[in-house]
């Protein structure tokens, strides 16, 4: 069995903030955090003019929280996730290795030696991040839906910018998205 990709992900804490980021502005709630946005500065400018109206002095204290829950929470829900990982592998950089044959995709974790075969129709969508790729496999049986997490750096055999090509022609069901961060 030749393989034509093989992985080696070292998952730090600044790749789980980069994964919590992904998933905070892909969500769906950009409208709704933007109407609070726009509705915290109109209120505050009319609370320095001094136009001191219940809505004004109301919106302050509350928006101001829920700006930084917006802001701060994803960092700190990436940073509780890392040390489960790391406690639940007994280690302070988890390691994955994932290597792709011409049948099936394997993903190995390198402290507990576990390892899960992949079929190619169980791919859905691959996620381009700034560093890494995220790959959906779909749920089949027992297992869940789960994110394989692949370092754009950590090809040990073949090139990240041909990994794209190869999942195209071996997955045409998958979607693929790119996201770049301010």
């Given at each position: 069995?030749?393989?034509?990709?093989?992985?080696?992900?070292?998952?730090?804490?600044?790749?789980?903030?980069?994964?919590?980021?992904?998933?905070?502005?892909?969500?769906?709630?950009?409208?709704?955090?933007?109407?609070?946005?726009?509705?915290?500065?109109?209120?505050?400018?009319?609370?320095?003019?001094?136009?001191?109206?219940?809505?004004?002095?109301?919106?302050?204290?509350?928006?101001?929280?829920?700006?930084?829950?917006?802001?701060?929470?994803?960092?700190?829900?990436?940073?509780?996730?890392?040390?489960?990982?790391?406690?639940?592998?007994?280690?302070?950089?988890?390691?994955?290795?994932?290597?792709?044959?011409?049948?099936?995709?394997?993903?190995?974790t390198v402290q507990?030696?576990?390892?899960?075969s992949f079929s190619?129709?169980?791919?859905?969508?691959?996620?381009?991040?700034?560093?890494?790729?995220?790959?959906?496999?779909?749920?089949?049986?027992?297992?869940?839906?789960?994110?394989?997490?692949?370092?754009?750096?950590?090809?040990?055999?073949?090139?990240?910018?041909?990994?794209?090509?190869f999942l195209k022609?071996?997955?045409?069901?998958?979607?693929?998205?790119?996201?770049?961060?301010?």
């Amino acid at each position: 069995m030749e393989t034509y990709f093989v992985n080696r992900c070292v998952r730090t804490q600044k790749m789980e903030q980069e994964i919590e980021a992904y998933s905070f502005w892909s969500r769906r709630d950009k409208i709704l955090f933007l109407f609070w946005v726009l509705f915290f500065l109109a209120c505050s400018i009319l609370f320095a003019k001094g136009e001191k109206t219940f809505d004004s002095i109301l919106s302050t204290v509350p928006i101001a929280i829920i700006l930084f829950s917006y802001f701060v929470m994803p960092w700190s829900k990436a940073k509780q996730a890392y040390r489960r990982m790391c406690n639940q592998l007994h280690t302070d950089e988890p390691e994955f290795l994932t290597s792709f044959s011409n049948e099936n995709a394997e993903w190995l974790t390198v402290q507990t030696r576990g390892k899960v075969s992949f079929s190619y129709t169980q791919f859905t969508e691959c996620i381009k991040l700034e560093h890494l790729y995220l790959l959906t496999v779909a749920s089949s049986g027992n297992q869940p839906e789960l994110t394989l997490v692949l370092s754009k750096a950590g090809f040990e055999n073949g090139d990240s910018n041909d990994f794209t090509g190869f999942l195209k022609e071996k997955c045409p069901q998958i979607k693929f998205c790119s996201y770049t961060f301010l």
